[in-house]
């Protein structure tokens, strides 16, 4: 695959600009799950040559699934990947709480830059106007803060687009197959954060288009335990369904095994987020799952890249103005057995 049609995949038409800062390869390890760019040649990215020294401080939850875990390989590795960066991570804690005070330290050893994926971003919003009081600028990724003075780059994914395309494809094959009065089942994570709230419209916006509602919805917590509870549970409230939007493939592990002890099969499933094990069953087609939309934890590597940038007072290369823009929203795309092989280096 080419280098342009690899980071199309990877990032999306949304993130155009992001794109050609990212030129050329990406890596995908099986050691750390990153997908970074390993591309730090000068002559071919000017902004790739080293230059003053940026100390970056990174905080984020810890690894209760596969997503997060990718998201903290993903800045350590792409941190790496530049011998002008110094990588200055900090326990986030238990909660908001915790994370808050972590927060406060680091402000107070002043790194150039700090990165921050919030337990919540409404609960951290203070803790981001706190660094950018202190002139730190704050990178802020994945769950927003809802000020924008808390923040100098806002990064993530289209949680609303994850909505839409699965909403979509959804739709599109139920009236391939002929079904007006389809039963659709909807299995959320965190229902308190804004993230699944956006995610949720976003399917519910697609699913009434065509005609369409969700009968049943049970949310989750990301992880496979709680999928499995919020599938049993949803599984015995639509005896019969025809469609089930899973929210993120973490927790997928757990809807597939209540799906396969209830021996239900009469329906298909889309997952989210496009974890490698999910993309794998959609290629073997052995199971329910038949498509996943795309939100990749590629986007803490592009936090690290454009924190850099800030931290040196650069813009991006393919842009004419001279600073990093203030927000990023990468595209959702949506994986399918035709696609699968396409995205299989990418999963997380």
Known sequence: MSALSRRRVLFGGAAVGAGALLTACTSNTPENNAQVNTNTDASANPNAAPGQKV????SAPAADHGWIAAITNNAKAQAAAYPDVEFKPVEAGADAAAQRAAISTLI???????????HDGKELNSAGIEAMAAGIPVINLDRAFPSMAAYRLQIKGDNFGMGLAAGNYIAQQLKAKGVSAPIIGEIPGIDSLELTQERSEGFKNALAAHG??????????FTADSGQAAATALLQALPKMDALWNHDDDQGIGVLAAIKQANRSEFFMVGGAGSKQAIDA?????????????Y??????????????????KGMSDLVELQVPK????????????????????GF
């Open 327 to 346: 927000e990023i929203t990468l595209a959702s795309e949506t994986i399918t057995k035709d696609n699968a092989s396409q995205y299989a280096k990418l």
């Open 108 to 118: 107070s050893q002043k790194p150039t830059v700090i990165v921050m994926l919030p």
């Open 282 to 294: 959609i290629s073997a087609d052995n199971s329910v799952l038949k498509a996943t939309v795309t």
């Open 296 to 313: 990749s934890p590629s986007m803490a590597s592009s936090a690290i890249t454009l924190a850099r940038l800030i931290g040196q007072g």
């Open 55 to 58: 100390v970056i401080g990174f």
């Open 212 to 221: 369409f509602k969700v009968a049943n919805r049970r949310p989750a917590e």
